[in-house]
């Protein structure tokens, strides 16, 4: 069923007003009709299904027939990754995370970062577009970006993950992550993090994880690390 | 270390020139010294370490040092896919799918499948450089698009599964898949596949699989099936 946002929507919402935009989809597109059903979500896990009570293409408007609060997953997952240097790169990576299921992107600026800023409204329109195709009534949060340190000192996530293609002691990601446990995972820049990033992240609580033996692109590693959260919490 | 590929590299080669392109890449755009070493794959396992003969930006050679034939995967996957409407989303995923490792993709035509015809010369240079750039010998296979009824009959593989978002009675594909045991997973085009091509591959072995709760996108599903795959090939 066509799936719209809207922040603005709460428990009391009755009815509902399209934007000419999303009138001009559902009525011309769709060629969606009065008394079919849609639904609309705030992003916060309110779902409301909706009956089209005008169905013009400049203005719809929908009255809500029901509404539920979806519960939040049990445990969070938190991706903090450097910025790619091509952004079309970063935004297929948070679509694909956003469609698996994921609460937070966390921008992070690296000593060895090629990307030093971000626009985030594009990813916010990425993601709220993939939570709207996937059918998800929770919207991951797009943070502005941070430097490493101040991210790292930050963390609050029961779990704590910098990836990392250096020499070091580490954990396999997924045989390292426990079932019912909040995590971040950290994802460096094209040209890693630096020891001393590495090291920092360790007086912090942060283990050092791999992914595998394969040398993986900064956008893949972040998605496989979202993957392995998600599959780690299959019952 | 920078990799090259050509298929015809051989356990008797003793002598490697570069291409024009290559050549250029090699020695004007990452300046490499006559000296310097490089890696050249048949990207069937055989990868020879190489020093730069000849250091010209339009004919450089090179001289192999060192062979090694790397073993294949304990078990193999087989990703058989409706190729998207937008071939973009397909080339992607076949670029994350080379990184992590799988070893064939075979386009498959079904009932609903909006896109009739592929080129798959595009996906082959895709393919080839996720390889390259992921540091691998292994080249997955990428075969011409077939009708999914030849493809159920031909698939050979140890554990069979069709992915479906109808109705059926379904096994978890992360659950179900066994390790060392070779493993194809069908998955179908935008609008899904129908009831009796998955009757078909019921009729041949086959079990449902779901990848969760989630609306995936054709794309995302198969990403999503490789990594599964290779996750559950963990120690």
């Known amino acids: 069923m066509q799936l719209f946002y809207d922040a603005a929507l709460n428990e009391s919402t009755e009815n509902y007003r399209l934007s000419r935009e999303e009138s001009k989809h559902l009525i011309k597109v769709l060629r969606k009709k009065t008394g079919d059903f849609v639904q609309v979500t705030n992003g916060n896990g309110l779902l409301?299904?909706?009956?089209?009570?005008?169905?013009?293409?400049?203005?719809?408007?929908l009255q809500i027939t029901a509404k539920e609060q979806l519960p939040q997953r049990k445990s969070s997952f938190e991706l903090y990754l450097a910025p790619t240097k091509m952004t079309d790169r970063l935004e297929w990576m948070l679509e694909k995370a956003t469609e698996l299921g994921f609460e937070k992107y966390q921008p992070i600026l690296c000593a060895r970062s090629e990307r030093k800023e971000l626009k985030t409204?594009?990813?916010?329109?990425?993601?709220?577009?993939?939570?709207?195709?996937?059918?998800q009534a929770h919207l991951p949060k797009v943070e502005e970006i941070q430097k490493i340190q101040q991210a790292i000192a930050n963390c609050s996530a029961e779990q704590k993950y910098i990836c990392y293609c250096g020499e070091a002691s580490k954990v396999d990601l997924f045989t390292s992550l426990e079932n019912g446990k909040s995590a971040a995972v950290f994802i460096g820049p094209e040209g890693d993090f630096t020891p001393e990033?590495?090291?920092?992240?360790?007086?912090?609580?942060?283990?050092?994880?791999?992914?595998?033996?394969?040398?993986?692109?900064?956008?893949?590693?972040?998605?496989?690390?979202?993957?392995?959260?998600?599959?780690?919490q299959l019952p």
């Open 121 to 135: 409204e594009r990813l916010e329109k990425t993601v709220i577009s993939a939570m709207k195709q996937s059918g």
């Open 197 to 232: 990033e590495v090291a920092f992240a360790l007086d912090h609580g942060f283990q050092v994880a791999s992914l595998g033996t394969n040398r993986l692109r900064t956008e893949t590693a972040g998605l496989v690390a979202v993957m392995t959260f998600n599959l780690k």
């Open 48 to 61: 409301a299904t909706a009956v089209i009570a005008v169905a013009d293409e400049n203005k719809a408007s």
